[in-house]
């Protein structure tokens, strides 16, 4: 009798190490000013122990080769001094960080596509990105930030230019001691070369999963399986985590189809689709031992302002999808506290 208590015991510890190993996370959507307790209490609120923070570089055009950033033309928040800002009040308030700065093309062009002309060309987008790369790492070194993101769906880049990346993580791991990751787009990861230079295997989770309209719940468990599959088969042949460095579904018609449209479509509203299909993702994969959460797309500082029951568009806030989101980060605790 003894033994089958020591035995449940067991067991039950280690379904809850699982649990409160996840990183159950938003990202943060930077501003134009400082973060306040006010914005941090939503994030507490559905209990969520990560966020990602994201400063921003820009860039012209897909063929162009330097970037511009940490810029006093930029949003406060977009900046290392906003981004110091913003991960000091979530430390404070027992949120971890990813700290994940990324580009913008103009016109939001997709950045998987910047690709350039020439070999000097190249030399120059590389020289530029390490300097945006490297002083956020000396940012994340300085702040003890726990996960750093190298770069987000630059499929094209990656693809042309895999000695660069390798060389880049190195100089980042000169300067950062933390885990390292990298965004990679859900038709990228496959192909990324470098997964076993990193702590975790990054992926923007877009997958499509289901065609319908109105999917259920069903339909969209049937579409994430061999998804699912190849994902798992990944993690165990590089030995290292799976992490959704982001995760989300529009509140509209479709959601399942084209997950990753980031369009001003006038698709109907769905928020029972929004929130079956965050449900669908959490009963996936938060269980899964290669698994090690992930960030919901997107998350914005002023809560009472944005998403709602009209609202078609990614954020869960003041949706059906935010209970959803709120119970289950409900099981873990918060670092720190």
Aim: proline share 4%.
């Amino acid at each position: 009798m003894k033994k089958l208590i020591v035995l449940v015991l067991l067991i039950s510890l280690s379904c809850k190490k699982k649990v409160e190993d996840k990183v159950n996370g938003v990202s943060f959507v930077s501003s134009g000013e400082e973060v306040a307790q006010i914005h941090v209490n939503p994030i507490l609120d559905i209990h969520a122990n990560y966020a990602a923070i994201m400063p921003f570089g820009f860039i012209p055009q897909t063929d162009s080769s330097e970037l511009i950033f940490n810029s006093d033309r930029q949003w406060f928040g977009e900046t290392k001094e906003g981004a110091k800002q913003y991960i000091g009040m979530l430390h404070k308030n027992g949120v971890r960080v990813m700290l994940k700065p990324q580009v913008w093309i103009r016109r939001g062009e997709f950045t998987g596509n910047l690709t350039m002309q020439n070999e000097a060309d190249w030399k120059k987008l590389e020289d530029s990105y390490s300097k945006f790369i490297l002083l956020y790492a000396d940012l994340a070194q300085e702040t003890q930030t726990d996960i750093f993101c190298i770069g987000t769906e630059l499929a094209s880049f990656v693809k042309n230019r895999p000695e660069y990346w390798s060389y880049l993580i190195e100089e980042v791991r000169k300067v950062y001691k933390g885990k390292i990751t990298y965004a990679a787009n859900w038709d990228e990861y496959a192909k990324t070369p470098f997964w076993n230079e990193l702590d975790y295997i990054g992926v923007n989770a877009y997958f499509p999963i289901c065609d319908r309209q109105n999917p259920t719940m069903q339909t969209m468990r049937e579409g994430w399986q061999p998804w699912k599959t190849k994902l798992k088969e990944l993690a165990l042949e590089v030995k290292k985590p799976m992490l959704f460095t982001e995760f989300g579904y529009r509140s509209m018609d479709y959601t399942g189809k084209k997950p990753w449209l980031v369009d001003r479509n006038q698709e109907k509203v769905n928020l029972q689709a929004q929130a079956d299909a965050t449900q669908v993702i959490f009963e996936e994969f938060w269980d899964e031992d290669w698994f090690a959460g992930g960030f919901v797309w997107k998350w914005f500082m002023h809560h009472d302002k944005v998403g709602g029951l009209a609202d078609n568009r990614f954020t869960p806030q003041n949706k059906p999808a935010e209970s959803v989101i709120r119970r289950q980060y409900a099981k873990i605790k918060k670092y720190g506290l």
